[in-house]
C-alpha cells in the first residue's frame, strides 16, 4: 500500500478522533495494509504526524486560494466555503481542541493567521465596518475565531449552521462596539 493511501487516511483519522485516539492500527486495518508498510514509509509515528501537518499546511494554502476567488462578504461566503472543506476544518478543529502540544498550536495560530492576512481579515473588518489595518481588529479576529470554534461541532459542519455561529458571535461583538463602554474605551485611547 502506498505512502498516499496512509496519509489520507491518517489525515481523515486524525480530523475524526483526534490526537488521543489516532490509532496507526486502524488506519493499517482500514486501508488492508500492515505496519509493516507503516514503518517503511514513515518510520515512526512523529515523522507520520509531522507529513500529516504538512499536508494540512497545503490544503489550508488550496483554501486561501480559493477564499481569495470566492468570498466577497464574511456571511455567506466564508462559511459556504468552509463546509466544502469538512476534513480540512475537523483537522482544525482537532488542532484547536489540542493546542497544548506545541507543534499543533502552532500549525493552527499559523494556518489561522495566513487565512486572516490572505483575506478574512478584511471580509471581518467589512462585516463590522472596523479598519483591518488596526492592530486591535486582528486580535479580536483571533478572539471572535476562538469562540467560533468553542461551538463547532465536528457533527454539523454545514454552512447554515457555521453561518448561525458567527451571526451570534458577531451580534454581540456589535452590540459592544455600539455600547457606551466601547465608546468610552475609544476616547481614552
Known sequence: MGKEKW???GYR????YGPNNFSINKISHEIGSSRASFYHH????DIFLDELLTMHWGIIDTFITAGKMECQNLLPDL??????YPVPLQFNLQLFHNRNVPDFNLIFIKSYAAIAKAFALQLFAD???L???YPGVFDLWVTVGEAWYSRLDPNDLSASTMQEHAREILQTVTRLKNSKLYLSLNQIA
Not at 13 to 16: G, K, L, V, W
Not at 42 to 45: D, I, K, L, T
Open 131 to 133: 479598519n483591518p489595518s
Open 127 to 129: 462585516a463590522l465596518d
Open 13 to 16: 483519522h486524525f480530523a475524526m
Open 42 to 45: 514513515f518510520g515512526e509515528s
Open 79 to 84: 462559511y459556504n466555503l468552509l463546509a466544502k
Open 7 to 9: 496519509l489520507e487516511t
